[in-house]
């Protein structure tokens, strides 16, 4: 479970690697929030990776930039009606745009089937 001040690990190809959460979408007073709901967060710390565009130093991703994201994985043990025991070590988020538009193409590690959306599932390696 996600409550806001929590640190969470980007598994996309951004430039982001960890994000703070500050507003959780689904409800006014929402406390929580699991899988497949969307965050709000400011990025705290990025990969130090620089384009140079015409003569200019270009960052994709800075320090303190607001962005959404997508909840893929968080530290909960689920057990499923087939026995299965699924637990992960990090909270993880994939950053969006909009609601169905990802800021990248490639995303890092297993998820489960909680999450819906069928053109995010077809990014990922695993599926659990």
Known sequence: MIQ??????VTDNSLAQW?????LYGGFKRRFTTINFYIKGSIRLVKPFIIYYKGFQVKK????????????????TCLYKTSILYKTKLNTIVLIKKKNLFLS?????PTTYKIRNKRLLLLFQYIL
Do not use: A, S
């Open 105 to 109: 193409q490639y995303l890092f590690g």
């Open 19 to 23: 994000v703070k959460v500050f507003h």
């Open 4 to 9: 806001r001040q929590t640190w969470v690990y």
């Open 61 to 76: 991703m800075q320090q303190g930039m607001i962005v959404r994201g997508l909840i893929t994985r968080q530290v909960y």
